[in-house]
């Protein structure tokens, strides 16, 4: 392929799990394209990589959510608009949160019993750290992360928002 006809595509992880349920589906691209509101020409353009993905309106999102059975937001984060920093209450704090996490997960038990040290720790992708630290958060049962936005917080921020004679109706 051409490099000069060739976009970086920040929403690869979308369109690569697209591709996937696209083919297990058996469809042509024609059939993805009707079913999410892209025309083919473009879905064809953006799997070879010439057209971003991010130029998609935002609305379209929700569709191949719900193609792919997964929610909105995830769709969000695999296709470029979101990070996982966004995810944080104290964003500016996530970096060296993420670093220090690092550091306290090289120096664990777990750590020294499979033989990972900090500098191959330090070598992952940005969100492959965030996936370790995650996954040692669950296993071990410790916060190593600033403060995040959980199911419970959202419900909360969200039923403030919602107006008072909406709430009067809300049915329990």
Not at 58 to 87: Q, S
Not at 101 to 112: D, F, G, K, M, V
Request: glycine letters at 6%; hydrophobic letters at 45%; a neutral charge.
């Amino acid at each position: 392929m051409n490099e000069e006809n060739t976009v970086t595509n920040k929403g690869q992880a979308l369109l690569d799990l697209l591709q996937f349920q696209r083919r297990r589906d058996n469809l042509t691209l024609a059939e993805l394209g009707a079913r999410i509101g892209i025309d083919a020409s473009y879905l064809s353009s953006m799997f070879s990589g010439k057209k971003k993905f991010l130029a998609i309106n935002p609305k379209i999102y929700r569709l191949i959510a719900e193609y792919l059975g997964l929610p909105v937001v995830v769709c969000y984060l695999l296709g470029g608009w979101m990070e996982p920093c966004d995810f944080f209450m104290r964003q500016g704090e996530y970096p060296s949160a993420v670093e220090n996490a690092l550091e306290a997960i090289s120096r664990s038990r777990s750590a020294l019993d499979a033989g990972v040290t900090r500098c191959q720790l330090s070598e992952l992708n940005e969100r492959v750290k965030l996936l370790v630290v995650l996954l040692y958060e669950q296993a071990e049962g410790v916060t190593l992360l600033p403060e995040r936005f959980s199911a419970e917080g959202l419900h909360a921020v969200s039923s403030m928002w919602i107006p008072f004679e909406v709430r009067l109706n809300k049915v329990k």
